[in-house]
């Protein structure tokens, strides 16, 4: 049996890098095991489903992404196929351990924000304060690293921006924990959770 090449569907669900009580009580088991277990798998699912025996089928996850983006037309796929990478991109944001950002990604959040306390401070207000379902993000625009917020299931990686960081801000990553209080959730996550070895590793590569 040769390995499965996971560069175009079908796709399939990622496992969470990490147990699923790892990230309690910021986000506790049950609330994993929905968002993992039914939402994101939900969106694969769907996206197998709606590019089966299309042109879509033989394309990488970010092909697909790009190329749906922007077409009425084509909305279903794009928001599962955008749903799909959000989502596997946003488990690896996540630690149950403290990490810190490398030399190089440290050089750059004093360089572009002035500390990191000034960007977690950005970062917590973009997310909380993003008005209905959607994203908060560290990216990086024209070489400097910048804080931002998509709605729904909008990407950066559509336009082919370099991701660092991602915050889920649907519902659905915080009721069971914290109801309305989207505000404590993510002040919590940015504090505790943040992968700071993935975004490192992500501004790595991105350079
Ligand atoms: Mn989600």
Known sequence: ????????????LPPLPFAEEALAPVISAKT???????????????LNELIKDTDFAGLALEEIIAKTHGDEKA?????????????????????????QPSK???????????????LKKELKAKSTDHFGSGWGWLVI???KLKVKDTR??????????????????????????????????????VEKLLN???ASQNFAKAK
């Not at 049996?1 to 399939?12: E, I, K, V, W």
């Open 152 to 189: 729904d299931a909008e990407t950066p990686v559509a336009a082919g921006t370099s991701c660092l960081l991602t915050v889920d801000v649907w519902e659905h990553a915080y009721y069971l924990d914290y109801q309305n209080a989207r505000k404590d959730h993510v002040d919590a996550l």
């Open 32 to 46: 994993l095991s929905f968002h993992h277990g039914k939402h994101h798998k939900g969106y694969v699912n769907n």
């Open 196 to 198: 700071w070895d993935f």
């Open 75 to 99: 909305k279903k796929v794009f928001n599962n196929a955008a749903q799909v990478w959000n989502h596997s991109f946003y488990w690896n944001c996540l630690s149950p351990k403290a990490t």
């Open 104 to 118: 190089d990604l440290g050089d750059a959040i004093a360089r572009d924000f002035g500390s990191l306390e000034a």
């Open 141 to 143: 625009e024209g070489g």
């Open 1 to 12: 049996m040769s390995p499965r090449d996971l560069t175009h569907g079908p796709f399939t």
